[in-house]
């Protein structure tokens, strides 16, 4: 079969024929028809958290998918060969044509979205909902600040908690404003304009940080005794939190079928909507991460878009179509 590979920490992706993989007994194999493009990917294949999150060389890149099973293993119960399904991968990354993966990360496929749409959902849309609901605790008729509400994981964050009920509050970009309003923020801070903490005139339950450093240092600032502060991004102080008498955490996503699963529905009944930027073919992974590269300019080979280069659209995922 063929998958996209990076051979060395650093290096260019080359489109291979490699074999095809066999499955335990709690997976799925998954025929691939889209992955999606995560920053993660090129942190991982620059080499600059081997130490925290280490690669196998060489490296089959991808976190996310969407496909139809064609095979599953003696344990697994909820899936049959020939169901359309998405999902975050578990083991061997998903810039390919067959994909090993457990059957627990993986949810049905939401009948209303394309296959390209399913497979820029699994990662931002878990992100999000782990971040304000189960780090957060967001609850009905409380605020949130969210830190990049026009990003791929923010968008899911600002959509999820409109929905349950909470009020938002959402940085971006001055030409996103339109665009996160119409998703459900009550309120946009141009983070380019204004410091979000200067503006804002009541205190937040939760702030869900998708920047970190200077911008999550000043979030400390606008959030109630007793919030939380959750970062996907970077460690939280701990010193800093107790001293406001705020919980913070960074969180990790976990993946799980059974969240993906309730997020299928919202996007099933059109409650959430996902947003896919552009699609390339899979061969042209390389050029895909160099549309993002520009975003991330201290990874390791990787050039940043220079003076008067066009900016790419800053919301929407990246997608890959395999088949
Ligand atoms: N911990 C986890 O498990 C986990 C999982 C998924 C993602 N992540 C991380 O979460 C972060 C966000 O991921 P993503 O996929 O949503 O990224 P993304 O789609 O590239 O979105 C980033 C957004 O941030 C905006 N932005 C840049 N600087 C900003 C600032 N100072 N204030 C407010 N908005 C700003 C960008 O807009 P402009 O630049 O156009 O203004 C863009 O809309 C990444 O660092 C990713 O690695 C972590």
């Known amino acids: 079969m063929k998958a996209v590979r990076l051979l060395e920490y650093g290096g260019q992706l080359v489109f291979d024929d490699v074999p095809t993989p066999t499955i335990a007994r709690d997976e799925i194999l998954v025929k691939i028809k889209s992955t999606a493009v995560n920053h993660l990917d090129l942190v991982e294949a620059s080499g600059t958290v081997r130490q925290i999150l280490p690669i196998d060389l060489p490296w089959i890149p991808g976190h996310e998918f969407s496909g139809v099973v064609e095979q599953i293993g003696s344990d697994v119960a909820a899936f049959a060969p020939g169901d359309a399904v998405f999902g975050t ?7 390919t044509e067959y994909l090993p993966v457990k059957a627990a990360a993986v949810a049905k496929k939401p009948s209303n979205l394309s296959f390209e749409e399913a497979a820029s959902v699994p990662v931002a849309a878990q992100t999000a909902w782990e971040g304000i609901f189960t780090h957060g605790h967001l609850e009905k008729g409380q605020t949130i600040l969210i830190h ?30 339109a665009y996160v309003k119409s998703i459900g923020a009550s309120r946009v801070i141009d983070y380019r304009e204004a410091q979000f903490e200067k503006v804002l005139r009541e205190k937040v339950d939760v702030v869900f940080d998708l920047i970190g450093g200077d911008t999550q240092n000043r979030s400390f600032l606008v959030l109630k005794e007793g919030g939380y502060l959750v970062s996907a991004v970077q460690p939280v102080s701990q010193e800093e939190s107790a001293r406001h008498r705020e919980t913070g955490a960074m969180m990790r996503l976990a993946p799980s079928g059974d969240v993906l699963g309730r997020i299928a ?7 959430i909507r996902p947003d896919v930027a552009t699609v390339y073919p899979l061969r042209a992974a390389a050029q895909a991460w160099n549309d993002i590269a520009g975003n991330l300019p201290r990874v390791h080979g990787m050039s940043p878009s220079g003076p008067g280069a066009a900016r790419r659209r800053s919301h929407g995922k990246i997608v890959l179509r395999v088949a």
């Open 265 to 271: 529905r919202l996007l099933e009944e059109g409650t």
């Open 89 to 95: 991968t578990t083991g061997m990354g998903a810039y």
């Open 148 to 177: 990049a509400g026009a990003g791929a994981v923010g968008a899911y964050a600002v959509q999820l908690a409109s929905h349950a009920g909470a009020t938002v509050i959402a940085t971006a970009r001055g030409d996103d404003e």
